[in-house]
């Protein structure tokens, strides 16, 4: 059976070409674009039609516009995939059941990569993480801190297309974490038990033991698999900003108060 003909305007065709041109030339980012009008020449189309398929180039991150001067390549970021993702998942069936399976899929893949590729300074990165994430007494910075962790195992798995990925989905993933951490609270669950499991994971990082790295991150997953469960059975039941921290000290609260 003949394959079916996809009909598609002018301006698509031209932003195909465009990006053909890109490939073709081994354009870097930063490197400078030909004129509309040679562009228009180029490609057999009007000025208007090459306008509006840079603009829409230009939306997606894959070209950046000037005033007074011609377009240059530019390298789309976490934004722009943030904002296809948003776009994508709106009105689909896309769930945070799915968000979570993907983190089940990837994170754990980082944190085996991450074994075998780190360098001292992923090492560091990711200390520092950990001593951040012992600090935070609410929830709010324990997302903060949960997500610079996480974004350090990915930097030390030193592949570029999972750390992209991960920081475009960011803004989803926070949404997630959020709603992960309230059934983790009312399931009985703490930040130690969550700052347990990722000192484990950072431990066999260290040590360069892939199997042991996966496994850590698996459990981890676990504890956010339960949250996730638990809260879609309590019908997403709120807590309150420090519920699962320890209550300070009297020590504590009196340095606290001085500082």
Do not use: Y
């Not at 807590?239 to 000290?249: C, E, L, Q, R, Y």
């Amino acid at each position: 059976m003949p394959a079916s003909i996809k009909r598609t305007s002018l301006t698509d065709q031209a932003t195909e070409a465009i990006i053909q041109l890109i490939q073709e030339r081994n354009l870097r980012d930063g490197d400078q674009m030909p004129g509309t009008g040679e562009l228009a020449e180029m490609l057999n189309v009007s000025v208007p039609v090459v306008r509006e398929a840079v603009a829409g180039l230009s939306a997606i991150g894959l070209l950046k516009r000037h005033q007074g001067r011609e377009s240059t390549v530019s390298t789309p970021d976490s934004t722009h995939m943030s904002r296809l993702f948003a776009l994508r998942i709106v009105g689909t069936a896309v769930d945070d059941e799915q968000l979570q399976q993907f983190r089940e899929i990837v994170e754990v893949g980082n944190a085996r990569l991450a074994a075998r590729n780190r360098t001292p300074e992923h090492i560091a990165a990711l200390h520092e993480a950990l001593d951040s994430l012992t600090s935070v007494r609410d929830a709010e910075h324990l997302h903060e801190a949960d997500v610079a962790f996480h974004a350090a195992v990915s930097q030390a798995a030193n592949n570029d297309l999972c750390e992209l990925t991960l920081e475009s989905l960011e803004p989803l993933l926070r949404r997630l974490r959020r709603r992960v951490w309230n059934g983790w609270v009312n399931a009985g669950g703490g930040v130690e038990a969550i700052i347990d499991a990722h000192r484990v994971i950072l431990t066999a990082i260290e040590a360069g033991d892939e199997n042991a790295a996966a496994t850590a991150m698996v459990v981890h997953l676990e504890q956010a698999r339960l949250g996730l469960e638990e809260s879609i059975r309590d019908g997403d039941r709120q807590v309150a900003g420090n519920a699962g921290f320890p209550a300070d000290t009297p020590d504590q609260a009196t340095s606290a108060a001085t500082a």
